[in-house]
């Protein structure tokens, strides 16, 4: 095509065998920053090793790339490809799920745990954006914008609060800073309630409608999907359990720990008050995307998704069109590329009845 403009390359409607080629690298690019099963090395050690400022960086932004790829180069450009692979994408994102919150309850460094809590979130609006529909598009995407908020949030008070003032990362060395620190605890009990997506927080709205889609898309896919919120909340409580009650006061600290400063609250804060508004009130974000989000949906023909020859398609809207195929070319097919996307006329030659074009056969460009 000779160039990179995302709108001529909108108006492409690329062959099967193109999209295929493309989708692959494409999404095993994507799947790295995502990231799912066997490509998720690289989060662990960027988040633990990372200073404070990138591990928010990181989750808040750099983490949502992927999603934000997804939906401006796989969803409208490749709809063949991703309708094919749909449920390899379901399989890979379930084991990625399942993996990441196994592993979650096991670890014992706790920005460790909320590493691997992002790869389980990161999964499950993966799954909801390749539903191919509207309810999982859009919880896709409240669902990276909840975990936009939370995640950082609960970063801050395990790097920045908690490590800051004990300088361990272990959960085993915390225990009982509700005595200590009752406002603290508060609120990282609030970022934990919407980690593992309950009500009233706009991951509940995310997650929700995520799962919505992949049980519209397939209902066995759907049921696996669904162990996040069983292996969330597990992780989730425990680690606060552990941190904030746990028996009494730890006797590694010879010194109390001070409550949170009102640097700290404001921080805090700015987070914790978005996530429960949004999650009462989710309209504000769905009312902005859902005629965007609309145009995303897709409903192909399976039988003909690998038909590129002029035959095929001649076949098939002469089977579903009664009139014959002449008949559909003099009232539908009769656009050119520039104005519909490359639906041509199949039988006779005719000038596009809208720009008045020169005629140009199916045969050289195609749906």
Known sequence: MSTTDFDTIFKRNFIYFTQIFLFYGIFIAFAVKTPTIFLNTWLLKA???SPLGGSIILAAI????????????ILPVLPKAYMEYTYIIYLIGVITIIYASLSTLRTIDVKELIAYSSVSHAAVYLLGVFSNSIQGIEGGINLGLAHGLVSPGLFICA???????????????????AQIMPLFAILFFILCLANCGAPLTFNFIGEFMSLYGIFETSSLFGVLASLSIIFSAGYTIYMYQRISFGGSYSSIFTVNIPDLNKREFIVLIT????T??????????????????????YSCDFSTIRCDAPEAWGVYFNNNNPEGVSAYADTVSQICQECLSGIKDISNDYSCWICDDSPIKIGEDRL
């Not at 949502?64 to 180069?73: A, N, P, Q």
């Not at 300088?167 to 060395?173: K, V």
């Not at 009462?280 to 995303?296: C, K, N, R, W």
Request: charged share 15%; net charge positive; proline share 3%.
């Open 47 to 49: 988040h633990v090793e």
């Open 62 to 73: 750099v983490l949502k790339l992927s999603l934000y790829g997804i939906l401006r180069l």
């Open 159 to 177: 790097g920045g609060i908690l490590y800051d003032r004990s300088h361990t990362r272990l959960i085993a060395f915390y225990r009982g800073m």
């Open 271 to 274: 987070l914790v008050v978005p």
């Open 276 to 297: 429960v508004a949004l999650g009462i009130y989710p309209g504000l974000i769905l009312d902005a995307i859902h005629y965007s989000v609309s145009t995303l949906i």
